[in-house]
């Protein structure tokens, strides 16, 4: 995207808070009378949002609470209601004041890095990202209509859409480089900023934002993809898949592998999927393998099935790797997987051929198998 090229290179002015060794959250919010209520803390920053865990609770009688806990350094933290919905988030760095009737109309103060983002969030992106929930409205009765040429054009918007709000928030890093806002989306968009331009972007920052935490867990996922590029010895993959049967990708050397990393509920990886057919049934005898590895959650997974061997008529084999299971084990970390669809292809000698997102990773495949099996 064009506005990387600006913001790999340009510094802020922006003020390193210091941080203190105490979180004190406070308020009241009038809807949370009688309830217990949780604080929680982001223990990773993913790019489809905060994972968390509760570290502490109180029950509430008038809606109001009150925490203290020591911290180590600046992060986000969240407040919730025993369902863990419609959390209230926020970035300590000083004292947190949060009053309001609901979760949806409170009022915060006391920290700059929270009202800064939580004035960009409601100001700049949620307004693009209510054109986006329209979309996903239409794209939804599109698929009930079978209606192919509404469901491309539809994939297109809602891609647009998400293009616009990329550049929105990595105009947003740029404009944050030297404190916590930085590593935050700096984890969103580091793979899309690639190696040398995140690690640009990590140079400049101040010494308690390189040693934070969650810049130590960015270096290592910084890593690992480093590995996970054309070249380099492909993950194996050890599952079983959407019928139980077990899946060992080493059974498979000697091939060609072609992965699709998917979802059902990603109206581009769904659109994609004529395309993947008609290059199976290309390929599907001239030593390729196919192979799908759907992210869902679990209790989407039996979506899967009639989607592809019904509506699509999908035989090749399909994987599924939980939604939200961030280890280290798994196939999503393993590949570094950061955007749906990804598709990767796997040379006979188990190297890393290519690795690219959207329609872009298909014609890539397809482009190279063409030039090697014609020989």
Known sequence: ????????WSLSIFPVLHAQNLLVVEGRIDSWKNK???????????????????????????????FKQPVQEVNFYALATEDLTNKVQFIWDTIIQIQGKDVHSITLQGSILSQSWRTFQQTVIDPIREKKQELE????????????????????????????????????????????????YLTYYWQLMGVEGSQRIINIWPEKLKNH???????????IADT??????????ITRDVDGIPFNSSTLAGK????DFWGTWCGPCIA??????????????KNVEFVSIA??????????????????NITWTQLYQEKGNSHQDSIIKKYMIESFPTVVLISPEGKIVSKASSKEGLAKAKQILDSVLEK
């Open 1 to 8: 995207m064009k506005p990387l090229l600006f913001f790999l």
């Open 36 to 66: 217990k209520v949780f604080l929680l803390k982001a223990v990773s920053h993913t790019a489809y949002g905060n994972l968390y865990e509760k570290i502490d609770s109180v029950h509430t009688r008038s809606g109001k609470f009150g």
């Open 137 to 184: 409205l239409s794209y939804q009765n599109a698929l009930i209509q079978q209606d192919s040429a509404l469901l491309k054009t539809i994939s297109a918007q809602k891609e647009n859409v998400q293009n616009q709000i990329m550049g929105k928030e990595i105009n947003f890093l740029g404009g944050n480089l030297k404190n916590f806002l930085s590593l935050h």
């Open 213 to 223: 935490s969650l810049t130590t867990q960015l270096l290592k996922e910084i890593k």
């Open 228 to 237: 996970v590029t054309a070249g380099n010895k492909a993950p194996v993959i």
């Open 256 to 259: 060609y592998i072609l992965i």
């Open 272 to 285: 994609l999927l004529p395309e993947l057919k008609e290059a199976y049934l290309k390929y599907k005898d």
């Open 295 to 312: 992210y869902e959650k679990k209790e989407d997974v039996k979506n899967i099935k009639p989607l592809i061997r019904g509506r699509y």
